[in-house]
């Protein structure tokens, strides 16, 4: 991969997305895109197949949160580990347990014994290899040695984001498409296949990053942590977001069922993944002079307005519009948070860092998605998707939580 230093002239201009795909080659673009589609495709490609083989969605539902759990576990674990001992080698193992935990779960079946299918869940999910975390470190490491480093990260997350957002509109669309023409198994096989190629051929591209001796190298270390607060501002940051897409997921799937129109209720929600992608590709587009910490913030206002008007919409067409309106609220805030959360991580942790926002987002769905179940059940539809507005109030705190640590003597502030 080449690395290309530009001039320092170019410190204070914006990177374009011409420019940071000239940083690096065609097959990087490829594999960053692909590796991440698997991980997308698991969630519903186990709930089609172990509700067809058992006839309970419920059991299916089981499965796709002991997936969740072993991702929130492992994720922190992979990001050290890749740290640690290198990308290319932990992202070949990694990649080599999910595939075969995946044919396990094909060969065996849905087991009578529900621990045995909950536990290679939670196995699929805890051998994730983290191509998402990995890439934006990459993309850190590319930054590092650039003048143009703080926009070209900025960039490089919105990229990233938008990569997140498409592959989670693409991944379930794919999967179940497949399944709905063949079977079930197919779609998860396909999932399988895409792993053994994409995320093994992502992991052993040339631009992993070595492992790190801390205990060796820890006096060429020449960045420190966020403090406290600005790093606990992330997680919470990240975790609301999660609590986002939990809940939205749960209380639009509840109000289409009570509708009538279920049919409705993927192309509803997928319009949050695209209001997401869109709005992550302009964040680049912000004055420079808006500061990340403040679109946090900003972020999270408008994510508690979405909120609320989608606790009141009834047509699918209105609830469409209310999530496509919380997508575009919520890029900001995930581009953002990976934007700083590069600037704090020191050299060598920069995967684990990553990793860490990751887990937290996923921690939060999860959360999100039990909150509003419970919501659901024990009020009304529209009651679950007040989670957001609360979300929203918490993306806010993190955001002026952030800015107040950034803005402290001796911080540096961060700019977009």
């Known amino acids: ?23 690096v080659d065609r097959p990087f673009l490829v594999l960053d895109a692909a590796a991440r589609l698997p991980t997308a495709m698991l969630p519903l490609g186990l709930l089609l197949y172990v ?10 539902g089981l499965a796709v949160a002991a997936l969740s759990v072993g991702g929130g576990l492992g994720g922190s674990l992979v990001g050290l580990a890749a740290d640690r001992f290198g990308q290319r080698r932990v992202g070949v193992l990694v990649t080599l347990v999910q595939v075969l935990a995946v044919a396990a779960f094909l060969v065996l079946g849905p087991a009578d014994v529900l621990p045995v299918t909950l536990g290679l869940a939670a196995v699929i999910g805890l051998a994730n290899p983290q191509a998402g975390a990995m890439a934006r470190s990459r993309w850190a490491a590319i930054a590092r040695v650039r003048a143009d480093r703080r926009s070209f990260t900025a960039t490089a997350m919105a990229w990233e984001g938008t990569l997140d957002e498409a592959s989670f509109v693409v991944g379930p669309v794919l999967v179940s498409t497949v399944a709905g023409v063949t079977e079930p198994a197919v779609g998860l096989l396909l999932a399988l296949v895409l792993a053994a190629v994409s995320q093994v051929g992502f992991a052993l591209h040339p631009s992993a990053l070595p492992g790190h001796d801390r205990t060796r190298s820890a006096e060429h270390v020449h960045r420190t942590p966020l403090p406290l607060l600005r790093v606990g501002g992330l997680l919470i940051a990240m975790s609301a977001v999660g609590l986002v897409f939990g809940a939205t997921q749960t209380g639009v799937a509840a109000r289409m069922a009570a509708a009538g129109t279920e049919e409705l209720t993927g192309p509803v929600y997928a319009a949050m993944g695209v209001g997401s992608a869109i709005a992550g590709l302009l964040t680049t587009r912000l004055p420079l002079a808006f500061r990340l ?6 972020s999270g206002a408008l994510i508690a307005v979405a909120g609320l008007a989608g606790a009141r919409a009834h047509e699918p067409g209105f609830l469409a519009l209310t999530c496509l309106l919380l997508g575009i609220a919520l890029a900001p805030a995930l581009v953002s948070s990976y934007a700083l ?15 860490m926002l990751g887990t937290a987002n996923v921690a939060g769905v999860a959360a999100g998605a039990a909150v509003a179940g419970l919501l659901v059940d024990r009020a009304a539809p529209g ?11 918490l993306v806010l705190a993190a955001g002026l939580v952030t800015l107040v640590g950034a803005c402290r003597p001796g911080q540096a502030v961060g700019s977009g």
């Open 51 to 60: 509700a067809d083989r058992t006839g309970s969605y419920a059991t299916g």
């Open 293 to 298: 910490e403040a679109r946090i913030a900003a």
């Open 383 to 393: 009651a679950a998707l007040l989670v957001d507005a609360g979300a929203g109030v």
């Open 1 to 23: 991969m080449t690395v290309p230093v530009i001039t320092p002239s170019a410190a204070s201009a914006r990177t374009s997305f011409r420019a940071l795909v000239r940083a």
């Open 341 to 355: 959360a590069e600037r704090a991580a020191p050299q060598g942790w920069a995967t684990t860092t990553m990793t």
